[in-house]
């Protein structure tokens, strides 16, 4: 049983397999019609459950158009309107859906309930997101950074503002990887300390968001105020003098790269100048969703890795 829980449920061998699967899939689909099927359909027969519990626009999308490119169909169900949100346990939900689909992907607030599904299922369990981590945003990332012509290894990431959950899945990739992150955060918003540690080295926080971007290769930020958080003025506060602009941008390599997860607030964490600018790579990132859970579903069927 596979269960994609956290990038490092794949470990660095499978992390790259599923990198060099999707970038071939990709490929091979160039020109295609997005409805159109790959040619081999490797889950055909197959059906993914989704679980909401947090809204979505890329994870409800990416993932319904992969499994369906991949041959198979997908139950989008929310969390509001099944057994799930009227008290029925997790390990109960777990237990039913294994007796009617194939695999399970779940984007939700408590990591906890994420790993209660993985324990009770029977078929494979996907992270969609939760408050502790988000794999499948990174695996995203990690295939447009590749895209760019830059090697993982010995890659300096930049990271920009809160120390959420993206923060804390970018990390648990350099360690795999093999690149280095240094995160500016504000006081009072810092990733864990756990989370650094367990980077062996790769990692590290600053208080000088000019000190982070020095000699960047990709510049990284993403919304400070999460969903289902209070838009609080004192959060916002602390954080504009983390934004990124295009003097703060300059400060990083000169073929550096910007990339932002979405949804984005303009004027809050990054300017119009950025992230429309020549060096911002949003939207092959968003689309990379799509072909980075292609092969993560293919990965937890154990046909790559």
Known sequence: MRHFLNLSDAGPDGVAAMLADALDRKAARAGWRKGRPDTDAPLAGHVLAMIFEKNSTRTRVSFDMAI?????????MEAGQMQLGRGESVADTARVLSAYVDAIMIRTDDHAKVEAMAHYASVPVINGLTDASHPCQIMADLLTILESGKALPGLKVAWLGDGNNVLASIVEAASLMQFDVV?????????EED?????SGRARIVADPREAVEGADIVITDTWISMGQAHADTKLTAMMP???????MAKAKPDAKFLHCLPAHRGEEVTDAVIDGPQSLI???AENRLHAQKSILRWCFGQIG
């Open 68 to 76: 369906r490119q991949l041959g198979g169909t997908s139950i989008v």
């Open 183 to 191: 995160a500016a955060c504000p006081q009072g918003f810092q990733p």
């Open 195 to 199: 989370a650094i540690v367990r980077a």
């Open 242 to 248: 983390y934004q990124v602009d295009e003097a703060l």
């Open 283 to 285: 939207w092959a990132e």
